[in-house]
């Protein structure tokens, strides 16, 4: 009797210790992310732009939290607007979405969880000093309110060279406005176009006179945004002045009004047929590993082994100091507010913005969104491209400005006034007034 006791116990045990481990499978938490962006982050076996999608991030959270699967869909970025706009006013969002900076965030934001009591808690009083200043600031709603974190950054405001044909002609990167025009023209005097741009996109175009305007007037670009002061603002038509000169005393190269940032510029300057362009850290991967660069070579059809380098923008207004970059979160990581698993997101949300998943990120040479995490350099080029890549960690971390504007009508604005300068149909003080005039007219 005894024994058959024993035996119906061990048998319960059994079957309850089973059961258990039954429970406990299924008790794991699924929390979803929906983003365009994959920065990383997808589930395995899915295609992005027609390639593998990479998972290494997804599977490195997982593995630190065994307790949560982390369930990842990747939209086209048409597909991603239309699907936000379905779901998220109507409560059936993800547990955390992804968001651009500005319009975007400002749209979803009422949907939004407030994430400062959960980072304060998480990091302290002083949370923020782990960011870098130009991701946070812009996940911040129009209100103030901290709806978000970076996820990754960008950064332009970069003037990238040629390293090797720098030093075949005894050359050194201008650090100076009069510096820039005399190197122009010494590598065109060598046979290679000075520095080249795609005048004809508008985005880089913008780049150019936030970049300018930085320099002479920190900050008076994003005061003119918001309607604090005009854009006739004798500092703005000043860097618009400097914009004109560039097609008139050799900066530019010939052309430069019909060429494009892409292929155009990227092209030549890549494949050596240039000494120097604009560009943001997004080009890192493509001249400075090794992967990125055998790419570069059989698409652009050169073999030489060119070496590459970036500079701060140089300085213009004579104070000593170069520009420094700017721009902001490439991708934004939020909580929906109807999401019943708060806890488990904020889990997920903050292992993205931790070390461990910052680290993630450096691997693909994205911008981290935290001070100390630098780029991830093992397929570096060589370690003059591991040197570039930490000086540019260095320097994104007194990154100031934002690259993106706010308002449609007046970027279209002074996107044409650009060009209607450098075509000399207008002058600066004509074509400032134009982009006056529909700042006024804009709603803030």
Do not use: C
Request: glycine share 8%.
């Amino acid at each position: 009797m005894q024994k058959m006791l024993l035996r119906l116990t061990l048998l319960v045990g059994t079957i309850l210790v089973s059961s258990l481990g039954i429970v406990s499978a299924q008790a794991k938490t699924v929390v979803t992310y929906w983003t365009w962006n994959a920065a990383a982050y997808a589930n395995p076996g899915e295609m992005v732009d027609g390639q593998p999608s990479v998972s290494f991030a997804q599977e490195a959270f997982e593995a630190a939290h065994p307790e949560i699967d982390l369930d990842v869909k990747i939209f086209s970025y048409s597909d991603y607007l239309n699907q936000i706009q379905l779901n998220m006013a109507a409560g059936t969002g993800p547990d955390i979405v992804a968001l651009q900076a500005g319009v975007l965030l400002n749209t979803y934001s009422e949907f939004l969880t407030d994430l400062t009591p959960r980072a304060t808690t998480e990091w302290g009083d002083k949370w923020a000093d782990r960011f870098l200043s130009l991701g946070l600031d812009q996940s911040r709603n129009a209100k103030g309110d901290l709806v978000g974190l970076p996820l990754m950054n960008s950064a332009a405001g970069f003037l990238w060279y040629n390293k090797m044909i720098f030093d075949k002609d005894g050359l050194k990167p201008p650090t100076t406005w009069d510096e820039w025009i005399a190197t122009s023209k010494a590598l065109k005097d060598k046979g290679t176009i000075g520095f080249y741009h795609g005048a004809a996109d508008a985005w880089v175009d913008l780049d150019m006179i936030i970049a300018i305007v930085n320099e002479l007037a920190p900050g008076k670009i994003y005061q003119a945004e918001a309607g604090k002061i005009p854009w006739t603002d004798p500092d703005l038509v000043k860097a618009m002045d400097y914009w004109k000169q560039m097609f008139s005393n050799g900066i530019m190269q010939d052309g430069a009004l019909a060429a494009t940032q892409y292929p155009d510029a990227h092209q030549n300057f890549t494949s050596g047929k240039a000494g120097m362009m604009l560009m943001g850290v997004w080009n890192d991967f493509s001249v400075l590993t090794n992967a990125g660069f055998k790419g570069s070579q059989q698409g652009y059809g050169f073999t030489d082994n060119y070496e590459y380098g970036t500079i701060p923008f140089p300085d213009l207004n004579g104070d000593g100091k170069p520009g420094v970059p700017f721009g902001g979160p490439d991708v934004i990581v939020a909580m929906n507010q109807s999401s019943q698993k708060q806890d488990a997101a904020w889990t997920v949300l903050s292992w993205m913005v931790s070390e461990d998943g910052q680290k993630q990120q450096a691997k693909l040479l994205n911008v981290p969104s935290i001070k100390g995490v630098p780029f991830d350099a093992s397929d570096a080029k060589s370690d003059f491209a591991k040197q570039v890549l930490a000086d540019q960690i260095t320097q994104l971390e007194t990154a100031s400005g934002k690259r993106e504007f706010i308002y449609p009508d007046l970027k279209t604005a002074l996107s044409d006034a650009l060009q209607s300068v450098a075509a000399g149909q207008q002058t600066p003080e004509e074509a400032m007034a134009a982009v006056e005039a529909v700042s006024q007219t804009v709603k803030r």
